[in-house]
T-cell receptor, first 113, second 112 residues
């Protein structure tokens, strides 16, 4: 059963506009969340993280929002740039699970110049 | 530079053969992980190891085996028992709980 879900397989956004990528999770024990960016045939690279004690974390153009009551997190990219075109994975981790992360299925973002 | 090295980048295997994927890290990370990526299915955990000489099965361990004889190395063997081995395999490591993974660049395995 998929514990982390990204229901939008793809997203297209005009350059300069905001990209919003969404992620839902089912396990209320998850307390640490990450977003990764992945290009084809490469390993994912870390983008931004948030722990459950926060509801927002910002790093430059990237902001992650966490809504614990809704079990929902989102990644905002403002402004979007063509180089942001990639697959984005959200991941979640809980204490006592061997420190493993559970990954969503990914959202492919295309930023149109 | 510190990082994770996976080799080879591309690997072809005949049906019925075992094959071993290499993963080496010089980050001094305690925990290491193997994931498999298939189209539309995200990353699924095969095996993980939190300390040397110890490892646990992930969600899809059947048909795979691992060893962790050294902190730096966590090789994955894809055995002939794995029914659908063609996939992109990712190795990752993590220093401790409140840090994310560092991933290798992956190995694309194709069964011919």
């Amino acid at each position: 059963d998929q514990q982390v879900k990204q229901n939008s397989p793809s997203l297209s956004v005009q350059e300069g506009r905001i990209s919003i990528l969404n992620c839902d999770y089912t396990n209320s024990m998850f307390d640490y969340f990450l977003w990764y960016k992945k290009y084809p045939a490469e390993g994912p690279t870390f983008l931004i993280s948030i722990s459950s004690i926060k509801d927002k974390n910002e790093d430059g153009r990237f902001t992650v929002f966490l809504n614990k009551s809704a079990k929902h997190l989102s990644l905002h990219i403002v402004p979007s740039q063509p180089g942001d075109s990639a697959v984005y994975f959200c991941a979640a981790s809980a204490r006592g699970t061997g420190n493993q992360f559970y990954f969503g299925t990914g959202t492919s973002l295309t930023v149109i110049p | 530079d510190g990082g994770i090295t996976q080799s080879p980048k591309y690997l072809f295997r005949k049906e019925g053969q075992n094959v071993t994927l290499s993963c080496e890290q010089n980050l001094n990370h305690d925990a290491m992980y193997w994931y498999r990526q298939d189209p539309g299915q995200g990353l699924r955990l095969i095996y993980y190891s939190q300390i040397v000489n110890d490892f646990q099965k992930g969600d899809i361990a059947e048909g795979y085996s691992v060893s962790r004889e050294k902190k730096e190395s966590f090789p994955l063997t894809v055995t002939s028992a794995q029914k659908n081995p063609t996939a992109f395999y990712l190795c990752a490591s993590r220093p401790s709980r409140n840090y994310g993974y560092t991933f290798g660049s992956g190995t694309r395995l194709t069964v011919v």
